[in-house]
């Protein structure tokens, strides 16, 4: 089921407790593109598929990432984008953005998901996997 851009951004932006809806727009644009960096094939289609169409684009569309990304240098990419971020307010960012997006994605696609991505991102989906 596909989430509406209203309750996504709701969701976003209470989990981020951010003051406006643009700053939870920000932080989602931000942390998307440099998401769809790190995803491929059928996996990125159906996280797209599940994403209001705006963010659905920017997974599609992403910001080209050389090499994946540890999740510690994931953050600190993410503080590099936000004017004003610092890592610490980055991870805040990437935590309000991934656990929208987890539950968006169901478990399913959230496994799937984390098997393209380096260990460590199940604490930014906020769902640590049992190890």
Do not use: C, K
């Not at 971020?85 to 968006?104: E, H, I, K, Q």
């Amino acid at each position: 089921m596909t989430l509406r851009w209203d309750a996504f951004l709701d969701r976003v932006r209470e989990r981020g407790e951010y003051d406006s809806r643009q700053e939870a727009e920000r932080a989602a644009r931000v942390v998307l593109a440099l998401l769809g960096a790190h995803l491929v094939g059928e996996v990125r289609a159906q996280l797209a598929a599940r994403l209001p169409e705006d963010f659905a684009l920017i997974l599609l569309n992403p910001l080209q990432s050389a090499e994946p990304l540890s999740p510690e240098r994931f953050v600190r990419a993410t503080a590099a984008w936000i004017e004003g971020a610092t890592d610490r307010t980055a991870a805040w960012d990437v935590g309000a953005v991934l656990s929208t997006v987890a539950d968006a994605a169901g478990d399913d696609l959230l496994n799937q998901i984390l098997l393209q991505l380096p260990a460590g991102y199940d604490l930014l989906f906020g769902r640590p996997q049992p190890t």
